[in-house]
């Protein structure tokens, strides 16, 4: 296995996944709330993308950190990459539970492992796909400067698919 890293932001520690995690993404992935994730998720199918969240760490270099509230230590959501066949390009994406929702923790753990991605893997490109009635996840790509790629290959043709910007260009 490859080293998965640890990120700490000013708030945050993304971390590692652990079994520990596993009842609430279940949880999130089999609600209402998953449905710009292409949800609710029976049971099953929530367990397969929970273990390729791990598995692309493996297959790919990269994968899924869960979100740590550094100082409550509450895991509060999460960031991933992925990439494969489903993916056209590497996709940095995240959610965060209800509670943390609003607080600015989604930006500062995205803009984090984008960094992550760019520096360390060497990604020369991210892209965020995501449902057009899915705002709240626009209006963030948007504040990390991502832009609209109408042109860029898609896994849903529905989908939107916002282009991140390097950090130093």
């Not at 949800?39 to 950190?65: I, N």
């Not at 992550?116 to 796909?129: D, H, M, N, P, R």
């Amino acid at each position: 296995m490859p080293d998965i890293p640890s990120i700490k932001t000013e708030r945050l520690l993304l971390r590692p996944m652990n079994m520990a995690d596993w009842p609430r993404y279940a949880a999130l992935m089999q609600s209402t709330r998953s449905v710009y994730m292409g949800g609710p998720h029976s049971p099953k199918d929530a367990w397969g993308l929970f273990c390729s969240d791990v598995a692309q760490w493996a297959l790919m270099g990269h994968g899924a950190l869960m979100l740590e509230n550094q100082r409550s230590g509450q895991c509060i959501g999460q960031v991933g990459i992925n990439h494969g066949p489903l993916f056209p390009e590497h996709e940095l994406g995240w959610f965060v539970y209800p509670e943390a929702e609003g607080r600015g923790y989604a930006f500062e753990a995205a803009c984090a492992f984008r960094a992550w991605a760019y520096e360390t893997l060497g990604i020369e490109s991210l892209v965020s796909y995501m449902d057009a009635e899915n705002h709240r996840s626009r209006r963030l790509a948007e504040r990390m400067g991502a832009v609209l790629d109408s042109t860029a290959p898609r896994p849903d043709p529905d989908d939107l698919v916002f282009r991140h910007p390097h950090a130093e260009r």
